[in-house]
Each structure stands twice: as structure tokens, then as C-alpha cells.
């Protein structure tokens, strides 16, 4: 068609490029179509639109040039700032959400409503201990029942602050955020109040609702990440390292194909065991067998505990089912494109969803409840073995290309992994390289791909300038994905690595029977960026400092969601500089962009003399990677390395 982009500028993932092909062939519409016919709405943009009231929608001109003021007299500042915390309280909400079906997975499975079995035993005793809980002599049923009634807490009381704030926040953290009125009492309350706070007529002073969106984002953090990470290694195991599979190439033609997609791993750990329950259906209808794939975080879960290969990540979440050999695709809650349905009807894929509260039109739902987990995933399997005598011969097209990765890395498998270089003092060999200048320090690259950029190539890129330069890289969620695709999760990765780097990774790896650690560790899907706010505790605790002062930062150069704001207004209370690649629609307001990214110098508050971290908004990514190093060398200056 005249006028379509090249699909070699809408991603660099080779098997995505060739699927675009096909789809533009076969008259199919993706992401990257509407992309590219969409056009940004320059308000919008900007943060300066508001449709907070029926006297509106208001919008306020760019440069002076017309109105300044919503018809109720509120202002650029606070229409941006609200639009923030907007965007936050969607974060939050999904990652508290996340958490609390956790929690009652883990109580149904106690009392024996639920088909689930408690794996992480050693993480609970711990996580029981540090909740200030006896363990001496409690049954595992008993000790599940009273953290979760800690965790409950969380949800429900009315005075004092989080249990998990209390469990995980670094020790001057704590006091920092007392001292600036910003411990949340409970989840939902704050998650309440926030609504409350930002509809029209009522908190529109700008400062204030920033302070409200850093609160808010102390929810996210530990109502949400933490408490969901912490709770799925209870019931599923702490990961421990992996290999796996990257790329569409992990589609089988031969196989009946199932993508899980979404978030939350109750289903997704269901599929895998009924996959291999039910294995032995596949060949009646010809195939070998079934192979699970997955997508976005659903598949970092599963590749997390069980190495489950990886199809894609979220900007080409619709190539799977242009392969014409994916039988079922199974969702659960957020990052599912309502999209996804147009393409799954041109092919015999049943696009399933399981959610009550996450349903699309024209889609099969076959309801998930914990109690009813195992009936769910039994018929969600078997339709997909029953799908594959509907594939049209004619439609199969599967790129080919597969990339090798580890994945797996817990703070425990990461302390293990060390301890073999120093048993006693696991940490020291990381913070010798660290002080010694062989590791410049750390970045945690984290977040989405986006079909507004060339999809992966951002991550790549800032990852390989990051490691030319000796930084350490950790990630998670689909950025995590395009390195994989990459081979930055791979040892081969080695070779894009300054000398320091690849001789700490050589040494580590070597102390543990690999030929060396990968340029980039996967840490897990996004909730699990908790993982990373663990190793940071650590360190600065291992150091006596705060996580302030640590030469680290974090970047999510693709990401669309707004739970990347959320977690990232989280790192940034925390002491973290994060570096976005995307435009976070504030722009508009000259108060709230300088809060945020200091970027004068003279500016009464900012997030940076706050909490010690600032947002670099950042498109190249080369650029990125100047600014976050120029950052982490200002930090190791100050820690005297
Ligand atoms: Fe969604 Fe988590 Fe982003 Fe991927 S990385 S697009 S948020 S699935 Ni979380
Ligand atoms: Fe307009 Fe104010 Fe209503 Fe927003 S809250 S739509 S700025 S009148």
C-alpha cells in the first residue's frame, strides 16, 4: 500500500518485520498501522488538556497563545500535575489489584479452596520474620495465614503505615518520607483519596498534587511491586537462573501453540500444568504436542520459574497469531490490546480471555477463579488442541530465527551466583568492582516496547552504551524481552562490553560453571521491579549509605503504559534518577518539568533535593546514556570512588 511505512523503521525484530509483511498482504491491520495513522494530539501531549468537569473539556494554549485558564480558572501546573497523578493512580491500581489476588490465592489455598500448592517456603519464613511475626514451631498453613492477614492490613487499616513500607523500604528512605508527610495508611484508602483529590474544585494547587503523586506511588511500590513479587515467591518459588528461547521462532509448526498474556501468573502456571497434563491429547489431532509461548510479563513469569520460551513483547503482541499457527491465546489483566481480536478473526486463533473485569468483545471467556483454576485451564487447553485441526495450511507462515537467554535472576540467585566468588561476604566482590572502577555502576532498564518507536531499538540501544561503558545492566518487563531478542541476555552479549565489565561478568560467571554471566540480567516481569528496589537496599545497606547516593539509575526508553510512570515516580521518592525515552505528557507545565527533572538549577523543590533522584527525558538513546553516566559519575564522585 503507497504511503505505509517501511516495516524495517517500525521495529528492528526481524521475524516482526516479516510478519508486518504478511499482515499488510493479507489486508490485516496491527499497531503499528494505527500508529502510524494516529495523530498525537498536540494538548494532549503536552499534559494541558483537561476533562475533568462538563464545564470543559479545557485546554490551555502552548506559548501564551490563547486561553491560559480552564473555565474553572485552573492552570497549566495544575492540569498537568493532575493529569500525572492521573496516570499514577492507573499504575497503582493495577499493580495493588495485582497484589490483592495474590494474597487471596495464597488464604483460598490454605483452606483448601484452591488447586495451588505453597512452593516458597524459605521466602515465607522470612518474609514472616521481617512482618515481626514467631515463626518457632508454626505449621507453613499458619505462618501463609498470618502474613497474608499482614498483607490484608495493607488494604484496611486506618493509622499508621504499610506493613510492606515497613518491611522494605531502605532505613533513610523511611525517615525521609515520614519526615515529608508521605507514608500511605493503606492502599486503598490512598488509592481513594487520590480520585477524590483530583476531581475538579478540589486539590489544584500543583506542589501539592506532586507530593500526592509521590504518596500515591509509595502504594505502587509496596502495596503493588513488592507485595506481589514477595507473595508469588510464596506460592510459586523464587526464581532461580534459567535458559530459554527468544523470538516468534519458538512457534512450532507441528505443535499446538498456546501465548499466555497478561500479568498475573495464577492462570499462566495453570496452562503450563495442564499443558502437561493433557500432553498426551496433542496427537490426536496430529500435533507432537503443546508448547506454551509467552508474551509481555505473563511470559516473564513463566520464563522466570519454569524457562518458558518468550514469543514477543508488547508492540508486536498481534505477530503471534499472524504466524497462523497459534491455536489459543490466553489473557488475563493489562497490556492486552483490545486489538487483538480484529487480527485473532482473520485466523482460526480463539483469543481467550479469563478476567472478569478484563473482557473484549467478540472474544471466548472462560472465567478464572482460583477455586475453579484447574477446570479453566483443562478447557482453555483443550480448545486449543481442538483449534489446531482449524488452521488454514495456506496461512502458516512462522519466522524462523530464535535467540538464546538466561533469565532467573532473583536477588537471591544473583547473591548466590556472587557467593561463589566470596562465600562470606557475597556482596563484596560487587562492591570491590564497583569502588575499583571496573563497574561504572548500575542501570535497571525496565518498562515496554511502543509502537509509536521502532520497537526494541531503543532498549538496545541504550543497553549496548550502557556496557560499552562499563554499566552493569538488570531488566525487567518487555524491555527486558528486546534484549533477549538481541542476545544481550546471553553470554554471547559479552563482546558489546567495556574490559571491566566483561571481566567482573567473566569471573562470576566462571565461579559458577558458565562461561560468564550476560551483559544484562533479567530480573523479572514489571512488578518485579521490587527485585531491583531489594538489591538496591542491599547495597546501600552493605555500604552504610542511601540508595541516594548510589551510582544507579533506571530507564524505560519504550514504554506507553502508565504503570511505568507509577513505578517510576516510585524509584524517583526513592533516591533513583530515571531516565524515560518517551514523552510523559508534562511538557505543558514549566513547574511540574522542573520538579521532576530539575532542570533549573534555582528551582524552590524538586524531586532531586527531595528524595536524590530526578526524571532525564531523554529520546536518543545514545543521549540517554550520556546523561544517565554523567549522573552516576557525579554520584561515585560524592561517594569518593
Ligand atoms: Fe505491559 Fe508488563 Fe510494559 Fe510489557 S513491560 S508492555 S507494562 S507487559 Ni511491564
Ligand atoms: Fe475545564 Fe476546570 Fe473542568 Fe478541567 S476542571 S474541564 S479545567 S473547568
Not at 515529608?180 to 480520585?195: G, Q
Not at 494547587?205 to 510464596?234: C, E, I, R, W, Y
Not at 506460592?235 to 501465548?259: C, E, H, S
Not at 503471534?320 to 490490546?337: E, F, W, Y
Request: glycine content about 10%; aromatic content about 4%.
Amino acid at each position: 500500500m503507497k504511503g505505509q511505512p517501511d516495516v524495517k523503521d517500525l521495529t528492528m525484530d526481524t521475524g516482526v518485520q516479516q510478519m508486518l509483511e504478511k499482515a499488510r498482504e493479507e489486508g490485516i491491520e496491527t499497531a503499528f498501522d494505527r500508529a502510524a495513522k494516529m495523530t498525537q494530539c498536540g494538548f494532549g501531549s503536552q499534559g494541558v488538556c483537561c476533562r475533568l468537569c462538563l464545564e470543559g473539556p479545557c485546554r490551555i494554549a502552548p506559548k501564551g497563545k490563547g486561553p491560559q485558564r480552564g473555565v474553572c480558572g485552573a492552570d497549566a501546573d495544575t492540569i498537568v500535575a493532575r493529569n500525572l497523578y492521573q496516570h499514577v493512580m492507573q499504575g497503582t491500581s493495577s499493580h495493588v489489584e495485582h497484589a490483592r489476588e495474590i494474597v487471596h490465592a495464597l488464604i483460598e489455598t490454605i483452606e483448601g479452596h484452591a488447586p495451588y500448592q505453597i512452593q516458597g517456603t524459605d521466602k515465607l519464613k522470612c518474609l514472616a520474620q521481617g512482618l515481626g511475626i514467631d515463626i518457632e514451631g508454626k505449621e507453613i498453613n499458619q505462618l501463609v495465614k498470618e502474613v497474608t492477614a499482614k498483607a490484608l492490613e495493607d488494604f484496611q487499616k486506618q493509622h499508621g503505615t504499610l506493613n510492606w513500607l515497613k518491611l522494605k523500604s531502605h532505613e533513610k528512605n523511611f525517615q525521609n518520607w515520614e519526615a515529608l508527610n508521605l507514608l500511605p495508611e493503606n492502599a486503598h484508602a490512598e488509592i481513594a483519596k487520590s480520585l477524590a483529590r483530583t476531581v475538579m474544585g478540589a486539590d489544584s494547587d500543583p506542589a501539592n498534587l506532586l507530593m500526592g503523586t509521590v504518596k500515591l506511588s509509595l502504594v505502587d511500590g509496596f502495596a503493588g511491586l513488592h507485595m506481589s513479587t514477595d507473595l508469588q515467591d510464596v506460592m510459586f518459588g523464587t526464581p532461580r537462573a534459567v535458559k530459554a528461547q527468544y523470538r516468534l521462532g519458538v512457534i512450532k509448526k507441528d505443535m499446538v501453540n498456546i501465548a499466555v498474556h497478561g500479568h498475573v501468573p495464577l492462570l499462566a502456571e495453570k496452562v503450563v500444568e495442564w499443558a502437561g497434563k493433557l500432553e498426551g491429547e496433542a496427537p490426536k489431532v496430529g500435533a507432537q504436542g503443546i508448547n506454551i509461548v509467552g508474551v509481555c510479563c505473563s511470559g516473564n513469569e513463566l520464563l522466570m520459574r519454569k524457562g518458558v520460551n518468550v514469543a514477543t513483547n508488547y508492540a508486536s503482541q498481534e505477530m503471534p497469531i499472524i504466524t497462523g499457527a497459534l491455536d489459543a491465546m490466553v489473557v488475563d489483566i493489562q497490556c492486552i490490546m483490545p486489538g487483538l481480536q480484529q487480527v485473532a478473526q482473520c485466523y482460526h486463533t480463539e483469543l481467550i480471555t479469563t478476567i472478569p473485569y478484563s473482557k473484549i468483545s467478540g472474544a471466548t471467556h472462560i472465567e478464572f477463579s482460583t477455586e475453579k483454576a484447574d477446570e479453566a485451564a483443562r478447557e482453555i487447553v483443550m480448545r486449543a488442541i481442538s483449534n489446531f485441526t482449524k488452521r488454514d495450511p495456506n496461512k502458516i507462515s512462522i519466522p524462523e530465527e530464535i535467540t538464546e537467554a538466561y533469565a532467573g535472576f532473583s536477588v537471591e540467585q544473583i547473591v548466590e551466583a556472587l557467593s561463589a566468588v566470596n562465600k562470606s561476604d557475597p556482596l563484596k566482590p560487587l562492591v570491590d568492582s564497583i569502588a575499583s572502577g571496573s563497574i561504572l555502576g548500575a542501570v535497571a532498564i525496565v518498562g515496554c516496547t511502543n509502537p509509536r518507536r521502532k520497537q526494541d531499538k531503543y532498549n538496545v540501544e541504550l543497553v549496548m552504551e550502557l556496557i560499552k561503558n562499563n554499566v552493569l545492566v538488570v531488566a525487567t518487563g518487555c524491555s527486558a524481552h528486546s534484549l533477549g531478542k538481541f542476545g544481550l541476555l546471553s553470554p554471547d552479549g559479552l563482546k558489546y562490553c567495556g574490559e571491566g565489565l566483561r571481566g567482573v561478568l567473566t569471573a562470576v560467571g566462571q565461579a559458577n560453571g558458565l562461561p560468564a554471566l550476560p551483559p544484562a540480567l533479567h530480573m523479572g516481569s514489571c512488578v518485579d521491579n521490587s527485585r531491583i528496589a531489594d538489591l538496591l537496599s542491599a547495597l546501600a545497606g552493605y555500604l552504610n549509605v542511601g540508595v541516594k547516593d548510589l551510582p544507579v539509575a533506571g530507564s524505560c526508553p519504550e514504554t506507553h503504559h502508565p504503570k511505568a510512570l507509577a513505578i517510576g515516580t516510585y524509584f524517583l521518592a526513592s533516591g533513583v534518577d530515571v531516565h524515560v525515552g518517551v514523552n510523559p505528557q508534562v511538557t505543558g507545565s514549566e513547574l511540574v518539568t522542573n520538579v521532576l527533572t530539575a532542570a533549573k538549577e534555582d528551582f524552590p523543590i524538586t524531586t532531586d533535593a527531595l528524595f536524590g533522584g530526578k526524571i532525564i527525558y531523554e529520546e536518543d538513546s545514545v543521549k540517554a546514556a550520556e546523561l544517565i553516566i554523567e549522573r552516576i559519575k557525579m554520584k561515585r564522585k560524592a561517594l569518593g570512588i
